[in-house]
């Protein structure tokens, strides 16, 4: 009867291990060597680093690749002050090992019920008590799990990563690591291995023994063996067992969503390609959909994904109709071929761009759309706080004021509370606006001159503050220079312009300009009294509602020069 093929989507090709097991090595003289090599046996792709001379330095770790380390070789390593030595992980192990950054936010240097929080998660899967160490000089832990007897390596990485992101605690390369990993699975004929983590309290190297609070203790390996025995003896495997099959089966299910996942998604973005135009607005949306699935499903790029995408376009329903980019769509395709390459990958390949940073960066040439909409919807709750201040109705009580803006910006309560310093009564010190009459409104008073003595610093303007060329005539429209005296073309008036309106800011540019103030007024620690006042001393009286937009840049600039000279005055 046939092998019953597994699906690739559910689980990738199983393989047996190569022949990499130990075998019968000769062990160190020593007896706390021999332990060590009993305790840490996979010789193979072990990791090797000069140990830094600076503290602060990373270990430039290398891996053997052609040969195994021999137990007395990992033993010569680990008593070698000028040698860093890391070890992997067999099909079976005895230690599972969490490791905090020195900068991550779950260290207890920042966050005193960190250690608490990962006990407490541990203890769910059975795991009671654990060995602390500060692995290197640079404050980073590792927080070891002797287990008394073997278990399955992969199951135990599953459990380890499942139990933590249950309590919270998601997995993050820098912040929140475990050993061993949930390595990818290999290709047939491959063999992929776990990850490597450095020995502990290696001579020199920074790594010692710890308290609960952090305090060195007496580290050497008969201690480290003492603490490994004590906590062993504390785990409950029975539970730990449950736990591993439990994960193992979650870890399963989650391969076969996936999989049902990725058909679905095709199944969606081919609906949407058959349904084409149904009205205007709908060619972006469109045409990244083609570019999508051109990308992904078809693997396509280049000039076949941009011919791809204007083919698709042009003999979609309802293009003829409702596309308003009828004359252009060539160079649109163009651009939406780019993009989706930049942004998709074939399915099936790696990918090609860091899925685990928030933003994309300018050197992989990403668009990043995630990013984008979050841009839009700030955007939306700033001319949200506009439009509702200068009619005079936005909430004095949270809950309200909440309510207004996302009504208005078409946005979610949790996205309002990301952007809190937006809209939220805490930052929106400026009181809202009043009724302003011809009467109450009185030219600005040019802003004051910074102190002649301070330093030369920048002070970053908005681009409507900046002075800008003779286009359009600006300086002309604003401005009529006359002279009276002897010589000539004195008594004459050059430039002769009529009297124009004061300078008109676009809603984006003012919304940003009403926001500055804000966070400036919040910076300088001021109440609501103290911003009224500045105000008034600045402007003659006036209140923020009454200010015009040109004098509601100036009131931005005099903060900002305020802010300047205490940041001066400060130091």
Same mark, same amino acid.
């Given at each position: 009867?046939?092998?019953?093929?597994?699906?690739?989507?559910?689980?990738?090709?199983?393989?047996?291990?190569?022949?990499?097991?130990?075998?019968?090595?000769?062990?160190?003289?020593?007896?706390?060597?021999?332990?060590?090599?009993?305790? *840490?046996?996979?010789?193979?792709?072990?990791?090797?680093?000069?140990?830094?001379?600076?503290?602060?330095?990373?270990?430039?770790?290398?891996?053997?690749?052609?040969?195994?380390?021999?137990?007395?070789?990992?033993?010569?390593?680990?008593?070698?002050?000028?040698?860093?030595?890391?070890?992997?992980?067999?099909?079976?192990?005895?230690?599972?090992?969490?490791?905090?950054?020195?900068?991550?936010?779950?260290?207890?240097?920042?966050?005193?019920?960190?250690?608490?929080?990962?006990?407490?998660?541990?203890?769910?899967?059975?795991?009671?008590?654990?060995?602390?160490?500060?692995?290197?000089?640079?404050?980073?832990?590792?927080?070891?799990?002797?287990?008394?007897?073997?278990?399955?390596?992969?199951?135990?990485?599953?459990?380890?990563?499942?139990?933590?992101?249950?309590?919270?605690?998601?997995?993050?390369?820098?912040?929140?690591?475990?050993?061993?990993?949930?390595?990818?699975?290999?290709?047939?004929?491959?063999?992929?291995?776990?990850?490597?983590?450095?020995?502990?309290?290696?001579?020199?190297?920074?790594?010692?023994?710890?308290?609960?609070?952090?305090? /060195?203790?007496?580290?050497?390996?008969?201690?480290?063996?003492q603490q490994w025995d004590q906590a062993a003896a504390a785990?409950?495997?029975?539970?730990?067992?449950?736990?591993?099959?439990?994960?193992?089966?979650?870890?399963?299910?989650?391969?076969?969503?996936?999989?049902?996942?990725?058909?679905?998604?095709?199944?969606?973005?081919e609906t949407e390609m058959k349904q084409g135009w149904t009205? /205007?607005?709908?060619?972006?949306?469109?045409?990244?959909?083609?570019?999508?699935?051109?990308?992904?499903?078809?693997?396509?790029?280049?000039?076949?994904?941009?011919?791809?995408?204007?083919?698709?376009?042009?003999?979609?329903?309802?293009?003829?109709?409702?596309?308003?980019?009828?004359?252009?769509?060539?160079?649109?395709?163009?651009?939406?071929?780019?993009?989706?390459?930049?942004?998709?990958?074939?399915?099936?390949?790696?990918?090609?761009?860091?899925?685990?940073?928030?933003?994309?960066?300018?050197?992989?040439?990403?668009?990043?759309?995630?990013?984008?909409?979050?841009?839009?919807?700030?955007?939306?709750?700033?001319?949200?706080?506009?439009?509702?201040?200068?009619?005079?109705?936005?909430?004095?009580?949270?809950?309200?004021?909440?309510?207004?803006?996302?009504?208005?910006?078409?946005?979610?309560?949790?996205?309002?509370?990301?952007?809190?310093?937006?809209?939220?009564?805490?930052?929106?010190?400026?009181?809202?606006?009043?009724?302003?009459?011809?009467?109450?409104?009185? /030219?600005?008073?040019?802003?004051?001159?910074?102190?002649?003595?301070?330093?030369?610093?920048?002070?970053?303007?908005? /681009?409507?503050?900046?002075?800008?060329?003779?286009?359009?005539?600006?300086?002309?429209?604003?401005?009529?220079?006359?002279?009276?005296?002897?010589?000539?073309?004195?008594?004459?008036?050059?430039?002769?312009?009529?009297?124009?309106?004061?300078?008109?800011?676009?809603?984006?540019?003012?919304?940003?300009?009403?926001?500055?103030?804000?966070?400036?007024?919040?910076?300088?620690?001021?109440?609501?009294?103290?911003?009224?006042?500045?105000?008034?001393?600045? *402007?003659?009286?006036?209140?923020?509602?009454?200010?015009?937009?040109?004098?509601?840049?100036?009131?931005?600039?005099?903060?900002?020069?305020?802010?300047?000279?205490?940041?001066?005055?400060?130091?």
């Amino acid at each position: 009867m046939p092998r019953k093929q597994t699906p690739a989507c559910e689980s990738q090709a199983i393989t047996s291990q190569p022949a990499r097991q130990r075998s019968s090595e000769p062990l160190p003289r020593d007896p706390l060597g021999q332990r060590l090599c009993q305790l *840490f046996p996979y010789p193979w792709q072990a990791i090797v680093a000069p140990t830094p001379a600076d503290a602060s330095q990373k270990p430039a770790w290398q891996t053997l690749t052609q040969y195994p380390l021999k137990p007395r070789s990992l033993w010569t390593y680990w008593q070698d002050a000028a040698q860093l030595v890391g070890v992997r992980f067999c099909p079976t192990t005895y230690h599972g090992l969490i490791d905090l950054d020195a900068l991550s936010l779950h260290h207890p240097t920042r966050d005193r019920q960190a250690l608490i929080t990962l006990r407490a998660a541990l203890a769910s899967i059975g795991i009671h008590q654990t060995v602390l160490l500060r692995s290197s000089w640079n404050g980073g832990l590792h927080l070891y799990i002797p287990l008394p007897e073997a278990v399955p390596t992969f199951g135990l990485a599953v459990a380890l990563k499942h139990c933590l992101e249950a309590h919270h605690l998601p997995l993050q390369a820098g912040q929140l690591e475990v050993f061993p990993n949930v390595k990818r699975y290999s290709k047939a004929g491959e063999y992929s291995e776990y990850n490597a983590h450095r020995l502990p309290l290696q001579p020199s190297s920074g790594s010692v023994l710890l308290s609960d609070t952090l305090q /060195p203790l007496p580290s050497n390996l008969s201690t480290f063996f003492q603490q490994w025995d004590q906590a062993a003896a504390a785990q409950d495997l029975a539970q730990l067992h449950q736990a591993i099959a439990q994960a193992k089966k979650q870890h399963q299910y989650r391969s076969y969503k996936r999989c049902r996942n990725t058909a679905l998604w095709q199944q969606e973005l081919e609906t949407e390609m058959k349904q084409g135009w149904t009205g /205007p607005g709908q060619t972006n949306h469109l045409l990244k959909t083609i570019g999508c699935y051109g990308v992904v499903f078809l693997s396509l790029s280049g000039e076949a994904l941009v011919h791809y995408i204007e083919h698709t376009a042009i003999y979609s329903p309802g293009y003829r109709e409702w596309c308003q980019h009828q004359h252009e769509i060539s160079r649109r395709a163009q651009e939406w071929a780019i993009a989706a390459e930049n942004y998709y990958w074939p399915l099936g390949t790696s990918p090609k761009r860091d899925r685990t940073l928030p933003l994309a960066t300018a050197a992989n040439n990403i668009v990043n759309f995630n990013q984008k909409r979050a841009e839009e919807a700030q955007a939306r709750i700033k001319q949200a706080v506009l439009e509702l201040t200068q009619q005079g109705q936005l909430p004095d009580g949270l809950t309200a004021r909440a309510q207004a803006i996302a009504s208005i910006a078409q946005c979610s309560h949790s996205t309002l509370q990301k952007y809190k310093e937006l809209w939220h009564p805490e930052w929106y010190v400026i009181e809202p606006p009043e009724t302003v009459t011809a009467s109450s409104l009185a /030219p600005a008073i040019e802003p004051s001159k910074v102190l002649e003595d301070a330093p030369r610093e920048e002070l970053h303007t908005f /681009p409507y503050m900046k002075g800008g060329g003779a286009e359009g005539s600006l300086v002309g429209e604003r401005s009529s220079f006359s002279s009276q005296g002897e010589g000539p073309g004195r008594g004459k008036t050059s430039f002769p312009q009529p009297l124009t309106p004061p300078l008109q800011i676009a809603p984006d540019d003012l919304s940003d300009v009403i926001v500055g103030i804000q966070i400036q007024v919040k910076r300088l620690g001021w109440t609501v009294e103290q911003a009224h006042q500045f105000i008034s001393d600045h *402007f003659q009286g006036k209140r923020r509602s009454q200010l015009t937009d040109d004098e509601l840049v100036c009131l931005l600039y005099h903060l900002r020069t305020r802010s300047l000279q205490q940041n001066l005055l400060d130091v």
